[in-house]
């Protein structure tokens, strides 16, 4: 863990939370859905968002960035419910069409109100509740000194085929997995950059997959940060599950 002398760049933590989630076939978005941890139910994104809040370490995130659709009911009762609308460390923008322009519509809020042309921003997926203090810890002292900034990420374990056809139906060949890595979250860099070279990808009509891709985009090397491969993303119905497990067997 850093020394109290280290000193940290001013960081954002942005969560979008626009999404409707439609793999998990549920009747309403995935970061709604219920879970029970230690005998206390809350929905996936309180479990993200409180675990956060409470991250601390002398590199506190600055402000949370909360990036939802407009006038999103749910999100508004739990807001109102557990007190988000009167935390000033909580800010609520309103999400785009797709994950890349809700994280624009955030980086653009920030950059509104935010002075300091070293400031960080680290985005991090709403459905990853599972996200260890130890990773963010790491991800900090690794990009403490590196402009290109960098990912949470796990190497690839497993065999890894490429599909045929368009709906990979069957095996075209194995792919070498020695230099594969399954990218998670959070990912973080300068604020300026970011927002530069997001708006760059997308007015190229570079499908922009995570904010590393459009930083890799305009030529930047972003670190690979070794992470945890229990900071899964619910993506699926047995994910909720298995978070609910993970979160239940830590101390």
Same mark, same amino acid.
């Given at each position: ?16 939370? *626009? +999404?409707? +989630? ?14 029970? =941890? ?10 993200? !968002? ?20 407009? +006038? ?20 609520? =923008? ?11 519509? *955030? ?14 921003? *680290? ?12 990773? !963010? ?27 045929? @056809? ?28 970011? @927002?530069?070279?997001?708006? @760059? ?12 891709? *459009?930083?890799?985009?305009? +030529? ?19 994910? @909720? ?11």
């Amino acid at each position: 863990m850093p020394t109290p002398d280290q000193q940290y760049p001013q960081t954002w933590l942005v969560l979008p939370a *626009a +999404g409707v +989630g439609s793999r998990m076939q549920a009747d309403r978005p995935k970061q709604y859905l219920e879970m029970t =941890v230690k005998g206390i139910t809350k929905t996936v994104i309180e479990f993200t !968002l409180d675990h956060l809040l409470s991250y601390q370490t002398n590199h506190i995130f600055h402000k949370v960035v909360v990036v939802v659709t407009k +006038g999103d009911p749910y999100w508004q009762d739990i807001s109102r419910a557990r007190g988000y609308d009167k935390d000033e460390r909580i800010i609520v =923008v309103d999400g785009g069409s797709e994950r890349c322009y809700s994280v624009l519509n *955030a980086l653009l809020a920030i950059s509104a109100v935010e002075s300091s042309k070293d400031a960080w921003v *680290a985005v991090h997926d709403v459905a990853r509740p599972c996200l260890s203090y130890d990773d !963010l810890d790491n991800l900090f002292s690794t990009l403490k000194n590196y402009s290109d900034g960098g990912i949470l990420a796990t190497p690839a374990r497993d065999t890894m085929k490429r599909g045929a @056809l368009s709906d990979g139906s069957y095996i075209d060949h194995t792919v070498d997995r020695d230099q594969l890595w399954h990218a998670l979250t959070p990912q973080m860099f300068p604020l300026e950059s970011l @927002l530069k070279n997001l708006q @760059l990808a997308l007015s190229e009509s570079f499908e922009v997959t995570d904010e590393a891709s *459009a930083m890799e985009f305009s +030529g930047a090397k972003p670190k690979l940060v070794s992470g945890r491969s229990d900071n899964l993303k619910i993506t699926r119905p047995e994910d @909720l599950k298995l978070a609910e497990f993970y979160l239940n067997s830590t101390s």
